[in-house]
């Protein structure tokens, strides 16, 4: 059976004693940072928060309004609101943090079965963050920018709170992973809601669970495109939801403007796979209006994960 596991944190008593609690060992490394890279600076990436409950951070998760949190499906099953809390800052080491925002609602996604694909959902605050405006990444959604962000070797920015070591978490960090067509560990994902980024000690790990992948676009503007899903041991890669093939029902399902593009959430509108696009049905030609053929080509550095 391949492996398939969460990256949540339930305990610094259970991270302690590296078995973790959902069946992921983490590796033997104190020098790895969210495996692989560093801490964030003091106030850097506001809008990566962390999942409370009973005083610990157990996962991360996006603010992308100042009362809608993202994250993970597994990080929402099993959970009331009147038990988890929203945290804010830069972290502290153990992750004995509680959240100072309250919760109304925090929902996973009803598709989600624990196995591929659907693995999201969202948490509605009692009270609005109160964190600057130039805090919130937009989600990624328009069709240019998602084929220029999510081609295979592009660098994806993880963000989050979980384990950066064999026993160490809670404190922000982040690190760049390449995009990648297949893991190491040969998991499999669904393609058209997921994404497979890292390895070669470039990975998120336990507790960044739900936290969010970042994307760069040759402009300057950065833009939030993935939930830290799953992945086998910790520097091998993972997988993460891709935000945009489920923001829909998020926008939906909780009531609130997530202040994507007018008619993004139409049927019509919406880019449900638009980094490949559909091969036209066969006709037959017309003599008198031929049309030149469209380049079809690709490789390994360019193809566009869905």
Same mark, same amino acid.
Request: glycine fraction near 14%; charge should be neutral; aromatic fraction near 8%.
């Given at each position: ?83 988890? /809390?929203?945290?804010? *800052?830069?972290?502290?080491? &153990? $992750?004995?943090?509680?959240?100072? %925002? +309250?919760?109304?609602?925090? #929902? ?119 939930? /830290?899903?799953?992945? *086998?041991?910790?520097?091998? &890669? $993972?997988?993460?939801?891709?935000? %945009? +093939?489920?923001?829909?029902? #998020? ?56």
């Amino acid at each position: 059976m391949r492996r398939n596991v969460a990256r949540t944190l339930l305990s610094f008593a259970v991270i302690a004693s590296v078995s973790m609690a959902c069946g992921k060992t983490a590796q033997q490394n104190s020098e790895s940072k969210i495996y692989g890279g560093t801490k964030v600076p003091v106030g850097g990436w506001q809008s990566t928060v962390g999942l409370s409950q009973s005083g610990s951070l157990y996962c991360s998760g996006t603010a992308i309004t100042p009362t809608v949190i993202i994250s993970a499906g597994h990080c929402a099953q099993g959970f009331t609101a009147s038990t988890v /809390t929203v945290y804010t *800052g830069d972290g502290k080491d &153990g $992750g004995t943090v509680k959240g100072q %925002y +309250a919760v109304s609602k925090i #929902v996973a996604n009803p598709k989600y079965d624990g196995s591929d694909g659907n693995d999201i959902s969202y948490v509605v605050l009692k009270t609005p963050l109160t964190l600057p405006k130039s805090a919130y990444i937009p989600v990624l959604t328009d069709p240019a920018e998602i084929k220029e962000i999510l081609s295979v070797g592009n660098k994806a920015h993880l963000v989050g709170f979980g384990l950066r070591s064999a026993s160490a978490y809670g404190v922000k960090f982040e690190v760049d992973a390449p995009i990648v067509k297949s893991l190491s560990s040969s998991m499999t994902y669904d393609a058209a809601t997921e994404i497979a980024i890292g390895g070669n000690g470039k990975d998120s790990c336990n507790g960044d669970s739900g936290g969010p992948v970042y994307g760069q676009l040759k402009s300057g503007a950065w833009r939030v495109y993935g939930i /830290t899903s799953r992945g *086998g041991s910790c520097g091998t &890669g $993972g997988i993460y939801g891709l935000m %945009y +093939a489920n923001i829909c029902w #998020v926008q939906e399902d909780s009531g609130q403007d997530l202040g994507l593009p007018a008619g993004y959430c139409n049927a019509s509108t919406k880019p449900v796979e638009p980094t490949t696009p559909a091969p036209s049905a066969p006709t037959t030609p017309v003599p008198s209006a031929p049309t030149a053929p469209g380049d079809t080509s690709s490789d390994d550095n360019g193809d566009i994960w869905n």
